[in-house]
Structure formats: structure tokens, C-alpha cells
Nanobody, 115 residues
């Protein structure tokens, strides 16, 4: 049974910070690439950040220099540190990994950035 559970979302003023966490179970975490996606109202879900099994990272241009994805293989968790937040970062943020045939998603955590 694969399970991804996000936490850490909330309401923050522009310029503030939040740290999202994703706890995983049912996967061989150390072998998996992990991703963070977000979806704002009326918009398509977009890939925000990705980290490979070896720790290499990639980010969408709009968050480069502000967000950092990291993983802790001892705890089977992946985090997204979000700094210098902007109102346009407001979205539901989802943890994701690929399975044998399916994509696995967390339930999402709401991030709201006020101006």
C-alpha cells in the first residue's frame, strides 16, 4: 500500500516562508524520484520541483532561487522549503512519485500567500 501524506501548508504574507513535508510509506523510498506539483484554481497542475534518487534537483523557472527540494532517506520524507513567497505561489501543493503503472499522489496541502 503506497501512501503519501503532505503537511505544512498554511496562510502566509508575501515575502514569508513555509516548509512543506511529505511522509511516504509502501515504497522503496531511496530508489524513487520524488516531485512536488501545485495546482491553482482554474489552472493546470504544474511540476514545481523534482529530486532524483541520487539527490539531483530541478525546478520550474518561476521558483528557482526561492524554493529548495530535499529528501531524507532515513525518514522516507521529501520536503519543499519555500522562501520569498509571492501571491502567485498560492495553490494546493501535491507530493508525487511514479509507480510500476500508476502515479502516486498525496492528498495535497493548501498554500495561500496574501499581499
Amino acid at each position: 500500500q503506497v501512501r503519501l501524506v503532505e503537511s505544512g501548508g498554511g496562510l502566509v504574507q508575501a515575502g514569508g516562508s513555509l516548509r512543506l513535508s511529505c511522509a511516504t510509506s509502501g515504497i522503496i523510498f531511496s530508489l524513487k524520484a520524488m516531485d512536488w506539483y501545485r495546482q491553482a484554481p482554474g489552472k493546470q497542475r504544474e511540476l514545481v520541483a523534482a529530486i532524483s534518487s541520487t539527490g539531483s534537483t530541478n525546478y520550474v523557472d518561476s521558483v528557482k532561487g526561492r524554493f529548495t527540494i530535499s529528501r531524507d532517506n532515513a525518514k522516507n520524507t521529501v520536503a519543499l522549503q519555500m522562501n520569498s513567497l509571492k501571491p502567485e505561489d498560492t495553490a494546493v501543493y501535491y507530493c508525487h512519485t511514479g509507480g510500476r503503472l500508476l502515479d502516486y499522489w498525496g492528498q495535497g496541502t493548501q498554500v495561500t500567500v496574501s499581499s
